[in-house]
């Protein structure tokens, strides 16, 4: 398990290097004052959050930790477990002034890293798949959440992971399962969402499927109650064949109408 994480590691360390200088990210943007953040979770908690105190699981460079602390969160703190990803998320809270604290972690092991209780704790997209195990996630959120306080994730639908996403197609095939096996799917490494022509040393990345009901269930499990479950048949990414930007930033099949689920969206609060 260690080995499949070490990789996974060192794929995000270099990944976070490329990441700042990308235009998917536009960190120059965003030092100018674009607001990084999505409508989805803009809409659903924005207005929630400001004078929280807030954590943010998996948070990579900082950019959405960042945004939230520049919304009126706080105090904010990151955690990730890519040591570059880290340190450049420190290095974009100095340039900006805006205050945040980062911490390296894995998520399973954040006690060991962390005190403290948050009445926001907040993860995004493209962040379950890296987990070996949904029941330490779990209980990380419920030990770090206030009684009173909220988890909010908002993430890639599960279901829309069972397709082919290979170079070369063009219309939907299963070629993934949808139901958690412990042994990962491994993949070759390229560029990136943010960098698809980047070249990194690491060679594979290991990857696991939740399914939308082991994620509900290890929320119920954690002692939280979950508010609502959205479903949406748009995303943030081109994560599929035949998809198209219908507007700024968002993106849907242009084949199969509005028929399957492309993201999700969770609320859940610890009574
Ligand atoms: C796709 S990125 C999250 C992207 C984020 N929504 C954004 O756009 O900034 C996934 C992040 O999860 C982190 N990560 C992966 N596995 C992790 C683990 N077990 N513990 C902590 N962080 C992890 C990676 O280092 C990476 O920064």
Known sequence: MDDYLDSNRSMWDEYAEHHVESSFYDVAGFKSGRNILYKTELEEIGSEVPGKSLLHLQCHFGLDTLSWAQMGASPVIGVDFSPQAVAAARRLSQETGIPATFVQSDIAGLTEHLTGEFDVVYTSYGVLC???????????????LKPGG??????????SYVFNNDEGISSLEIKYPYFHNPEPLRFDTGGSYAAPDATIQTKNSYEWVHSLGDIVNTLISAGLRIEWLHEFPFSVCSLLPCMEEFEPRYYRLTEHGQSIPLMFSIKASKP
């Open 150 to 159: 909220f988890f909010y994730i908002v993430e890639f639908h599960p279901f």
């Open 130 to 144: 890296w987990l070996p195990d949904l029941a330490p996630w779990g209980k990380t959120i419920g030990h770090f």
